[in-house]
């Protein structure tokens, strides 16, 4: 898992010809591999449905005795904040320091959305897209 990761809730619907690999991630969510933010934005409005940024983000502190225990524990208490009407997450940072043998990981993911059609009809969507 690299900054600017993608996560989609389970469930999250999808245009029809777009089926990234995606790998259970908790209870709630899933992981799409190997890309990232960026292109998977670009994959969404190719297929002519919205990747919207939604303002806001949810920082969590997560420990454990390896870096990827750590920081899996913290992008899980992150993504457990991102509210239910929100079905995907971007991993904004990730910081990861050591300390006398167990890691510290602080993390922020910021909520989207992916939708088939626009929020608001006559905005410029590119009010919406980071």
């Known amino acids: 898992m690299k900054r600017h990761s993608i996560f989609l809730r389970t469930g999250c619907t999808l245009p029809a010809r ?5 790998e259970p991630f908790g209870e709630k969510w899933m992981l799409v591999e190997q890309i990232t933010a960026h292109v998977f934005d670009t994959m969404i409005r190719q297929a002519g449905w919205h ?3 939604m303002p ?5 502190r997560g420990f454990g ?3 990827e225990n750590a920081t899996h524990s913290a992008v899980t ?3 457990n904040m991102v509210p239910r ?3 995907a997450a971007e991993l904004d940072s990730i910081h990861v320091a050591r300390y006398l043998g167990f890691c510290v990981a602080d993390v922020t993911v910021s909520p989207r959305e992916v939708q088939q059609y626009a929020p608001v009809e006559g905005l410029p969507q590119t009010a ?3």
């Open 18 to 22: 777009l089926d990234p690999l995606r």
């Open 56 to 60: 806001g983000s949810y920082s969590r």
């Open 65 to 67: 005795l390896t870096t």
């Open 128 to 130: 919406y897209a980071r």
């Open 77 to 79: 208490r992150a993504l």
């Open 85 to 87: 009407q929100f079905n």
């Open 51 to 53: 990747s919207i940024w």
